[in-house]
């Protein structure tokens, strides 16, 4: 994994962790003598209420896709009513299209993660953590549940209170294998199958921080977010504000480093760790070398599929978590892009990325179950050259029709597929009309 220099935020492994295949991981000794859970330590000389301020202060925005602040979603959370568990899920189901971070993560650095975890847990007062994690990750389900059972053994968590006894709140921390279904990524639908059920996204409210896990308050963080926790806490705010980007008048700022999986037509795809507001050309040319072959760049999938794409003339666009207000896309998503050359099919790009969408749509809601295939046979016709130009406005209707923002569906989904193809559509227009029929209008009509 290749980090942004001179910025570091995270502690590059350099011994060696079990199975000889692992040689990626560092243990919890290696850990700490890069001043690994310290702070873990800082937050436990503090209030709790005072670290849900200070992540709030610090704007960290959600890394899993939303951007939303986990300082506020963890302010959401009930009181304690002494009741029952209060959980914490780790969303690691990273099956979105293009994005390979939170992998990256559990292979490099667990105990980093396992560090935002418990203090995430202190913050919030909660005593059960389920780390949820993509059924594909065989590898990785293995390196993170080592390093969760050193975790345990070195006094992290337990039953005598985390961090040795350090202060008198037990937290467990259990590994939790997903099916493997895409649909599992969103929230409720990760609840959903923590406790056993289909993957069926929940209509909200109520919504978790009040009603979640087993019907108990629950936090839902993305393996990235809790990451940039530790460094907030040991590092301090004004550490943090000194990296990113203040954003847009008006926006939320879009501070810290983010790691950015770059793929597709370049000519060292890779991760990357790099300031958000980094302009998407200077990751290309700077980080990945450049476009493969020197060809030119056409577009790019700014941060998984269901962001929508950016055109031609927005290779300069930058990474920040406003990017889909200057720049016509859903967000900055998962910030890993896809980036395509001069050379590609952009109508083949959007008739896959829909098969995509059709296939893992969970069928719970109708404008997504079935718009989803409508799209994609559509997308075909104008593939094979058999479609009018009516298809093409018919497309975008149905794409329009359906989604969250348009209240159609319970989950976001459907705004995935339908920011993908509108966004595919305005943007390479010409692509799509150049593969159509004229519209046949007959004579006795077309004289009228």
């Known amino acids: 994994m290749r980090l942004a220099e001179p910025i570091l935020t995270r502690r590059i492994p350099s011994v060696p962790h079990g199975d000889p295949k692992d040689r990626r991981t560092v243990d919890y000794d ?77 292979d490099f650095d667990p105990h980093l993660v396992l560090e935002g975890i418990a203090i995430a847990c202190w913050a919030c007062k909660l005593d059960v953590a389920y780390f949820f994690i993509r059924g594909e990750y065989h590898h990785q389900a293995r390196v993170m549940q080592r390093a969760i059972d050193e975790a345990y053994a070195k006094g992290i ?41 289909r993957g069926w996204p929940r209509v909200k409210p109520p919504f978790p921080a009040v009603k979640g896990l087993f019907g108990r308050p629950t936090i839902i963080n993305n393996v990235e977010t809790l990451a940039a926790v530790p460094d ?47 302009p998407l050309r200077t990751l290309v040319d700077d980080y990945c070398g450049g476009m493969r072959g020197g060809k030119r760049f056409k577009g790019a999938i700014a941060g998984g599929v269901s962001m929508g794409v950016l055109g031609t003339d927005q290779f300069d666009a930058p990474m920040d978590f406003d990017i889909g207000r200057k720049f016509g896309v859903l967000g900055l998503g998962t910030a890993c892009p896809t980036v395509f050359d001069e050379d590609t099919d952009m109508v083949a790009v959007t008739r896959n990325c829909a098969r995509f969408f059709m296939n893992e749509s969970c069928g719970q809601c109708t404008p997504c179950r079935e718009g989803s295939g409508w799209m994609f046979k559509m997308l075909l016709r104008i593939e094979r050259g058999d479609a009018t130009t009516a298809d093409l406005d018919l497309l975008e209707e149905v794409a329009g029709s359906m989604g969250l923002s348009e209240g159609t569906t319970i989950c976001g989904l459907a705004d995935g597929n339908n920011w993908l193809v509108r966004t595919m559509l305005k943007k390479f227009r010409g692509e799509f009309e150049r593969r159509v029929k004229p519209k046949f209008v007959p004579l006795h009509l077309s004289a009228r």
Not at 91 to 102: H, I, L, W, Y
Not at 234 to 253: D, F
Request: aromatic share 8%.
């Open 30 to 106: 290696a850990f700490v003598r890069t001043d690994g859970y310290k702070g873990l330590e800082k937050a436990l000389d503090m209030d709790s209420a005072a670290v849900v301020a200070l992540v709030k202060d610090a704007c960290l925005r959600g890394r899993g896709g939303a951007g939303f602040s986990a300082g506020l979603k963890w302010s959401f959370v009930a009181p304690d009513d002494g009741k029952g568990h209060r959980y914490l899920c780790i969303n690691c189901d990273e099956a979105e299209p293009g994005t390979f971070k939170d992998r990256l993560l559990v």
């Open 157 to 197: 968590f337990g039953k005598q209170g985390l961090l040795r006894g350090k202060v008198k709140h037990a937290v467990d921390c259990y590994l939790h294998r997903s099916a493997g279904a895409y649909i599992c990524g969103e929230e409720t639908a990760l609840l959903e199958a923590v406790e056993g059920k």
């Open 232 to 278: 907030i806490m040991h590092r301090g705010l004004e550490w943090w504000k000194s990296i990113g980007t203040n954003g847009m008048p008006g926006g939320q700022p879009s501070w810290g480093t983010k790691l950015m999986g770059v793929s597709g037509h370049v000519a060292r795809p890779g991760c990357f760790e790099a300031p958000l507001g980094i």
